[in-house]
């Protein structure tokens, strides 16, 4: 799995599995004997996109490393209904024990790779790409936005230390804090905010709520503009209005909020370069996913 730290994320595993109390799973111990040994397969029961298929074998390994894992299929394959996936041979209590924090996380993060492939589908032939946001579970950040990227989305922020987003709670702040100490404009904290921004020599983007905030931004150029919750006919207008201005370096254009599978095309074809969805991640359906005995 690129670009994941192996291991924060076994240590994730082991919260995991102490949450569930593999170790004390007193079904197996109760009706199983210490000594029996089964095969079982990880079976797709609806088709979709693996991702986490690492992370179940570490996973099984974790809590019994005696127990034999073959995977079937790599991260970022298609899956077929019925499709075996992986396969675990050893100790029937140890599977057992694993067997759901393993397919939950498979589970989950197919699901996000799996939603992300389908809006990636629907702009395909535009110039949009499909971004991630930070709505993401707590200590699962890595891995969801790991499953994005094998979907076929891209990552925006990892964290709020990695890039400046200006948003509209920043500029209300701004100016609740400077009330009774002049007459600035929203143009003007929109300017000023910019201008400070970009002092720390970082990338920045500035969150913008209607045409009178974009054209504010777009005086001073920060490194893309966010258009917030914006219809179809102003975001063709914002594109527009950037292709007419002379600037060596354009802003990026990115549109967030309200973004469906129903419009994501019709929004990617009004020429915008970015779109983020906070559902890849935030309510993406779990693949449906089994064990079965052989």
Same mark, same amino acid.
């Given at each position: 799995?690129p670009?994941l ?13 102490? +949450?569930?109390?593999?170790r ?10 210490p000594?029996?040994?089964?095969r079982?397969r990880?079976i ?11 992370l179940?074998?570490?996973t ?10 073959t995977?079937h299929?790599?991260?970022?394959a298609s899956?077929?209904?019925g499709?075996?996936?992986l396969?675990i041979?050893g100790?029937a209590?140890s ?6 924090t393993?397919?939950? *996380?498979?589970?989950h993060?197919s ?9 990636v589908q629907r702009?395909r ?5 499909i971004?991630?946001t ?13 499953a994005?990227?094998?979907g076929?989305g ?19 702040a701004?100016?609740r804090?400077?009330s ?10 929109? +300017?000023t905010a910019i201008?400070?921004a ?6 920045v983007e500035?969150? *913008?709520?209607?045409?009178?905030e974009?054209?504010?931004a777009l005086? *001073?150029?920060?490194n893309?503009?966010?258009l917030?919750?914006?219809?179809i006919?102003n ?22 909020g309200?973004?469906t599978?129903?419009? *994501?095309?019709?929004?990617?074809k009004t020429g915008?370069n970015r779109?983020?969805?906070?559902r890849?991640t935030?309510?993406?359906p ?6 079965r005995?052989?």
């Amino acid at each position: 799995m690129p670009s994941l730290n192996r291991k924060a994320i076994q240590s994730l595993i082991h919260v995991a599995l102490r +949450e569930d109390q593999a170790r004390r799973d007193t079904t197996s111990h109760t009706v199983l004997p210490p000594s029996l040994r089964i095969r079982a397969r990880v079976i797709a029961k609806s088709p979709g996109i693996l991702a986490g298929g690492p992370l179940a074998v570490w996973t099984f390994q974790t809590l019994d490393r005696s127990l034999r894992c073959t995977r079937h299929i790599r991260d970022g394959a298609s899956l077929k209904r019925g499709q075996a996936i992986l396969t675990i041979e050893g100790r029937a209590r140890s599977i057992f024990a694993a067997e759901r924090t393993a397919l939950n *996380v498979l589970g989950h993060l197919s699901g996000i790779a799996t939603l992300t492939h389908q809006y990636v589908q629907r702009v395909r032939g535009t110039h949009a790409v499909i971004l991630d946001t930070r709505k993401t579970l707590p200590g699962l950040r890595q891995l969801e936005k790991y499953a994005v990227r094998i979907g076929g989305g891209q990552n925006h922020r990892g964290s709020l230390a990695d890039a400046i987003l200006i948003k509209t709670n920043h500029l209300n702040a701004l100016r609740r804090g400077t009330s009774g100490k002049g007459q600035a404009t929203r143009k003007g904290f929109i +300017e000023t905010a910019i201008h400070t921004a970009k002092k720390s020599g970082r990338s920045v983007e500035i969150e *913008v709520t209607n045409f009178q905030e974009f054209l504010a931004a777009l005086n *001073v150029y920060p490194n893309s503009i966010l258009l917030d919750n914006w219809s179809i006919p102003n975001i063709r207008r914002a594109v527009r209005h950037l292709s007419l201005v002379a600037c060596h370096l354009p802003p990026a254009l990115e549109v967030s909020g309200g973004v469906t599978l129903a419009n *994501v095309r019709a929004i990617a074809k009004t020429g915008i370069n970015r779109i983020s969805i906070g559902r890849l991640t935030h309510s993406a359906p779990s693949l449906d996913l089994s064990l079965r005995v052989l």
